[in-house]
């Protein structure tokens, strides 16, 4: 049975499954890392390993865009735009800032999105910000910066910086195109057939970049060590691309549409937090005091912007375009 959000209420029980749809979206995004660099240590390279990623989930959606093949010649602008900044821009803008900046430095400037929701949110669509989502934002990104121990490496490379900024930049349009046409009724798009064809729009756009003939394919074949455990390589990866991204994706579009693009964005913080925690228990890479300092006021920061009343107040579409402007009440330009 399709999901609409004329489904979705956001009285405090949709507002509950939300922020718990949100937490899910969060572990499962967070533990991608942990599965993911076994696998490039055993050889593959990174652009590789985020390849197979999207494009074994596009194989695994690719009933539901069968099922809402009318969704492309409906909503063109937006399922281009999901596939392009929310699935492939996000993954190689951070491996590009990754191969020229620290990581730290790379993940906490990706973590500014919230921070650019919100500037979204209230001078693009001219909507209220609560004060409890800007306090939350703030809390999470100081709190990011203890997680990724900026201070411990931090180098200035305009370049990598760019890339960075560009991560964080897809990253809002993830959030943001995830809340299209939340308020549209039994006309908004299904969520499930616009992360359908974002995936296979971001493994096309990714088969360019990533370029996978020239893939060691045998790695697949054999075992990748995790702390010392032999872990087949295939297992690795059905984790990445069942958990890591369908699952990821299919929960964290889902939060956004219960909660709102700014509430959700903060919560996906967590991730960070998530994925430092998952690296010290399955990789053996430690925490620091400043460490675990910085995840307890990321998590206070995610608490006090979802206890808020998501800023959802009617609104006309700032910009649309084409059928998406015959066919949404309220939404965001693709």
Not at 22 to 44: D, Q, Y
Not at 194 to 209: F, H, R
Not at 275 to 300: D, F, I, K, R
């Amino acid at each position: 049975m399709p999901v609409h959000t004329s489904d979705i209420r956001l009285g405090g029980r949709g507002k509950g499954m939300g922020l718990g749809l949100a937490l899910v979206s969060a572990l499962a995004f967070g533990g991608s890392g942990v599965a993911a660099k076994p696998l490039i240590e055993a050889g593959l390279d990174p652009l590789h390993v985020v390849w197979l990623r999207v494009t074994g989930a596009a194989v695994v959606m690719l009933p539901l865009a069968v099922r809402h093949r009318a969704l492309p010649r409906r909503r063109p602008a937006l399922l281009a735009g999901f596939g392009l900044l929310a699935v492939a821009g996000v993954q190689a803008c951070y491996f590009a800032a990754l191969s020229r900046i620290p990581v730290g430095v790379a993940l906490l400037v990706e973590y500014l999105a919230p921070a650019l929701v919100l500037g979204w949110v209230r001078f693009v669509q001219r909507r209220p910000v609560t004060r409890a989502a800007g306090l939350g934002v703030i809390l999470a990104a100081g709190g990011l910066a203890c997680v990724v121990e900026v201070w411990s490496g931090l180098s200035f490379d305009a370049l990598g910086l760019l890339f960075a900024l560009g991560a964080a930049c897809c990253q809002v349009g993830y959030f943001v195109l995830s809340d299209q046409g939340s308020d549209a009724g039994d006309q908004a798009p299904d969520p499930l057939g616009v992360i359908a064809y974002g995936l296979l729009a971001g493994a096309a756009v990714l088969t360019v970049v990533a370029r996978p003939w020239g893939m060691d394919w045998s790695v697949l074949a054999g075992s990748a060590h995790l702390q010392g455990t032999a872990v087949p390589a295939a297992a690795l990866l059905a984790w990445i691309v069942l958990i890591a991204t369908v699952v990821a994706y299919i929960t964290g579009v889902l939060s956004v549409r219960r909660l709102s693009p700014q509430v959700a964005g903060v919560v996906a913080c967590l991730e960070a937090v998530i994925a430092t925690v998952l690296a010290w228990v399955l990789l053996g890479e430690h925490l620091s005091v400043p460490q675990v300092a910085g995840g307890a006021v990321v998590l206070a920061g995610a608490f006090i912007a979802q206890s808020s009343a998501p800023a959802r107040a009617t609104a006309e579409p700032v910009a649309s375009g084409g059928a998406e402007r015959e066919l949404s009440a309220r939404g965001t330009a693709a």
